[in-house]
C-alpha cells in the first residue's frame, strides 16, 4: 500500500553533508501495521515525514497504491495529505485555540469526506471532553485527542512519530490499544522506542546505516 523505493535523503549541515537514508526500500501492505526502530537520529522522522510530503526524497521514489508521491506538486500532495493521511506526534500537536471537537472538525472539514466526531470521540473515551480546549486535559487525554483527530476522515494511512514517546506506561498502552483498533483497511506505520509497540506491530522495521531492515 505504501512503498519506498531506494529513497535517499541527505542533509546539510553546514559544509558537511550527511546521507540519512541511502537506498531505503519498504513495502507496507494493505492495513498492516509496521514499527520502525532504531536510534535516536538514524532518520526515522526523516522517513516519515518524506512519506507525508513534509519533507522531499533527494531521489528514489515513494508510492501510495497506484499514487506517486514523489511526483505530485506541492498542491497534490496537500491534498492528498489533507484526504488520506493521519499524522500523530509525540508532543500532541492539537491546534490550541480550539476545542477536543474542532481539533476534529477541522481535519474533517479540510478532508472534504464523510466522519463522525461524536463517535470518534467515544471511541477514545473524550466525548464528555468535546468542548474542553487541549491545555485543560493531560497528556495522555491529549494524545487520544490526536488519535480520534487522525482518524476521523478515515485515511488510508496513519503515520505517528513516537506516539507514546511522551506517555506513561498505561497512556502508552491505551493509545497503542486505540491504533490496533483502527478499522481493518487503514495502514499504519509507527517510529518508536517502545518494545510494546513493536511487539504489537505486523511488521518490524530498523534504519541501519540509511538503509531499511526487515527484522
Ligand atoms: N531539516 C533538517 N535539516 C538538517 N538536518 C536534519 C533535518 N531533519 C533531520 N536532520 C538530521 O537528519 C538525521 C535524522 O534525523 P531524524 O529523522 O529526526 O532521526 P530520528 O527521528 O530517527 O531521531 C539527524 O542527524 C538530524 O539531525
Ligand atoms: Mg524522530
Not at 541527505?10 to 540519512?20: C, T
Not at 488519535?147 to 496513519?158: F, I, T, Y
Request: charged share 25%.
Amino acid at each position: 500500500m505504501l512503498r519506498f523505493e531506494n529513497v535517499t535523503k541527505n542533509y546539510w549541515e553546514g559544509s558537511v553533508e550527511r546521507q540519512v537514508l541511502r537506498g531505503a526500500s519498504l513495502e507496507l501492505a494493505t492495513g498492516s501495521f509496521t514499527a520502525l526502530l532504531g536510534r535516536s537520529g538514524t532518520g526515522k522522522s526523516t522517513l516519515l515525514n518524506l512519506a507525508a510530503g513534509l519533507d522531499r526524497v533527494d531521489s528514489g521514489q515513494v508510492f501510495c497504491d497506484e499514487i506517486e508521491l514523489t511526483a505530485l506538486s506541492e498542491r497534490d500532495f496537500t491534498l492528498f495529505r489533507r484526504r488520506q493521511l493521519g499524522f500523530i506526534f509525540q508532543f500532541f500537536h492539537l491546534f490550541p485555540t480550539l476545542t477536543v471537537a474542532e481539533n476534529l472538525g477541522l481535519v474533517l472539514e479540510l478532508s472534504g469526506r464523510s466522519g463522525d466526531i461524536d463517535e470518534m470521540l467515544r471511541r477514545v473515551g473524550l466525548w464528555d471532553r468535546r468542548q474542553s480546549y487541549p491545555d485543560k486535559l493531560s497528556g495522555g487525554e491529549q494524545q487520544r485527542v490526536a488519535v480520534a483527530r487522525a482518524l476521523v476522515h478515515q485515511p488510508r494511512l496513519v503515520l505517528a512519530d513516537e506516539p507514546t514517546g511522551n506517555l506513561d506506561q498505561e497512556n502508552g498502552q491505551t493509545v497503542l490499544d486505540l491504533l490496533r483498533n483502527r478499522d481493518a483497511s487503514v495502514t499504519l506505520l509507527v517510529a518508536t522506542h517502545s518494545q510494546e509497540v513493536a511487539s504489537a506491530a505486523d511488521q518490524v522495521v530498523r534504519i541501519v546505516d540509511g538503509q531499511l531492515v526487515v527484522q
